[in-house]
């Protein structure tokens, strides 16, 4: 068993603790070392991180260690320093961003999905009686864009710690797709006076205006999968950067790996012509809206802000 300290702090300083035991522990042991993060390891170790109080409460939790019968590999202290940056802040930062992040996948997934509904202009002749509520579908598309570019700037100090090429890639994608998306809303919103005009026209008139109609909305669908190709190589970015930095449980990973690689290669698919009927952005959308939960109610994975902290 090994213990690293800081030799410039007092023992009983409460600190964030990181615990290494030999062998994966299932979901039944959160409840057992209540307050610490698993993580379990790809060396088939598991890591147990939180924060501890003082000595005593340590022995308390190495005593539980014991009594399962489990393999102590190592003990490793990081405590917090008065007058620095401390641990217990950036715990608290992390924490943070983690809700932040969480909250824009569940609003951005429900605002896309109501500006869907909602911004879809429908057949030129009734388009002017449903005017103010396409404009409106149209603004949440716009909202929903900016939620990703937001997205790719508060990921930007997570992932920079880690590799920051991956979070430079993260955020040039999701800044693209928020901009592409933008010109999407904007072909719909074009659909609006195009319906007011073809109400004023006599019937020589109609069919120029329906042709200019039809290809506002190709232009849209377009606009709109490219912004989805973008999303999915933003989103495949991510989800490396969740590998190196191992900020979300695996699952998650290769969970996002599958529904971003079915974006990104339907999205093409329905641009060269193929009809998905937005199948393909199912596996990516219904992690967005899971991991939003998880990050809001778990956060990010602490032992990876510990770990990084130590080098």
């Given at each position: ?47 147990l ?45 992390y ?76 955020f ?29 026209t ?26 989805m ?13 969740f ?69």
């Amino acid at each position: 068993m090994t213990n690293r300290d800081n030799p410039t702090t007092k023992p009983n300083q409460p600190a964030v603790y990181q615990i290494r035991i030999k062998g994966h522990l299932n979901e039944q042991w959160v409840d057992w070392f209540e307050g610490m993060d698993i993580t379990l390891e790809d060396n088939g170790d598991t890591l147990l991180t939180g924060p501890v109080i003082d000595q005593s409460a340590l022995h308390g939790l190495l005593k539980k260690v014991r009594d399962a019968g489990m393999t102590l590999v190592s003990v490793n202290r990081y405590y917090s320093i008065k007058g620095e940056k401390s641990m217990d802040t950036k715990v608290n930062t992390y924490r943070t961003t983690a809700k932040v992040v969480g909250a824009l996948y569940v609003l951005g997934f429900v605002v896309g999905i109501a500006g869907s509904m909602l911004g879809t202009p429908g057949q030129l002749d009734t388009i002017s009686a449903r005017s103010m509520m396409i404009a409106f579908g149209a603004l949440l598309w716009v909202l929903a864009a900016a939620g990703d570019a937001i997205h790719g700037v508060v990921m930007f100090p997570i992932l920079k710690q880690n590799d920051e090429r991956v979070a430079l890639g993260y955020f040039a994608a999701r800044v693209v797709e928020a901009a592409v998306i933008a010109v999407s809303a904007l072909f719909i919103l074009l659909q609006i006076p195009l319906g007011a005009e073809f109400l004023k026209t006599g019937a020589s008139e109609t069919s120029h205006l329906q042709s200019l109609s039809a290809l506002f909305a190709q232009s849209q669908a377009y606009s709109y999968q490219i912004g989805m190709t973008a999303l999915g190589m933003a989103g495949l970015t991510l989800c490396y950067g969740f590998y190196r930095a191992k900020l979300v449980p695996q699952f998650f990973i290769i969970w996002g790996f599958v529904g971003y690689m079915s974006f990104l290669g339907g999205s093409m698919l329905e641009i060269l012509g193929f009809n998905l009927q937005l199948l393909h952005t199912l596996p990516g959308g219904l992690w967005e809206i899971s991991l939003g939960v998880w990050l809001i109610v778990k956060g990010f994975n602490s032992a990876a802000f510990v770990s990084e902290s130590a080098k």
